[in-house]
């Protein structure tokens, strides 16, 4: 799975770790080799709420701390319900309440950083897996589910600019820099899009890849029942 940020792609993980896939990576994800591989190098970024609610086994297996922030969220989401006028209040107060009362309003209703191997287990590989399906999860306009066939070069390029908009900050500080000192590069910085271009359109052209159209907020285990068929 790859995309841009909040298009789906942990939600579209959870399902098929659930139903017993092994995990390779949340996050970032290094892809290519002489023949299409995947190697992960990081952790579950984040879980919400939303999905421990919707995959419950995954609770109990979170940080004790974690799980008390989160209890005392749910409690507040209860108590902003029943207050009756409450969602109405004007302002930068009224707004902060509401915001806090959605799911994903803010980062304190997620849980950051989790060892893969806490919550499945032995089923977190190591070292190199083929690449053989990509999806590309995308919330659509649509009220349903969706998957349409499309050439992994098409991936390619929406994902070049996809980790383009990823280093926005490290872009900005090199700006910075070269302007305090225009008479030093990084070649690296510099070419970057043209080599993820040219590696990424090498490693995706003959892969098959499907886009996963989605509505918002989504039951994570129809992302399953629509992706499974296409693996």
């Given at each position: ?15 098929f770790?659930?139903?017993?896939a ?25 879980l919400?709420?939303?999905?421990l ?26 108590l902003y ?17 509401r915001r806090l009362?959605?799911d994903?309003?803010t ?10 191997a ?7 590989r ?9 999806f590309l ?11 349409l ?6 991936v390619?390029?929406r994902m070049?600019?996809s ?6 900050a490290?872009t ?11 008479d ?6 510099e070419?970057a899009?043209?080599r ?9 052209a ?6 996963l159209?989605?509505?918002?907020p ?14």
């Amino acid at each position: 799975m790859t995309g841009w940020q909040k298009g789906g792609k942990t939600e579209t993980m959870l399902p098929f770790m659930a139903a017993g896939a092994d995990f390779v990576a949340d996050e970032w994800t290094i892809v290519g080799g002489r023949e299409p591989t995947l190697s992960g190098v990081s952790g579950v970024a984040r879980l919400w709420d939303w999905h421990l609610r919707q995959f419950p086994q995954y609770w109990p297996l979170i940080r004790p701390r974690a799980r008390a922030r989160l209890r005392l969220w749910r409690l507040y989401r209860r108590l902003y319900g029943l207050a009756p006028g409450l969602d109405r209040l004007p302002g930068r107060p009224g707004r902060g309440l509401r915001r806090l009362s959605m799911d994903g309003g803010t980062d304190w209703q997620g849980v950051d950083q989790i060892d893969p191997a806490a919550l499945f287990g032995d089923r977190v590989r190591r070292g190199h897996v083929s690449l053989d399906r990509v999806f590309l999860p995308v919330v659509g306009q649509e009220d349903r589910i969706e998957i349409l066939p499309v050439a992994g070069a098409e991936v390619a390029k929406r994902m070049v600019s996809s980790l383009a908009f990823e280093r926005a900050a490290l872009t900005t500080a090199y700006l910075q820099f070269r302007f305090a000192f225009p008479d030093r590069t990084s070649p690296l910085i510099e070419t970057a899009r043209e080599r993820e271009e040219r590696v990424l359109g090498r490693t995706l052209a003959d892969v098959p890849a499907f886009e996963l159209r989605h509505p918002y907020p989504v039951a994570l285990q129809d992302l399953y029942e629509a992706a499974a068929p296409y693996c």
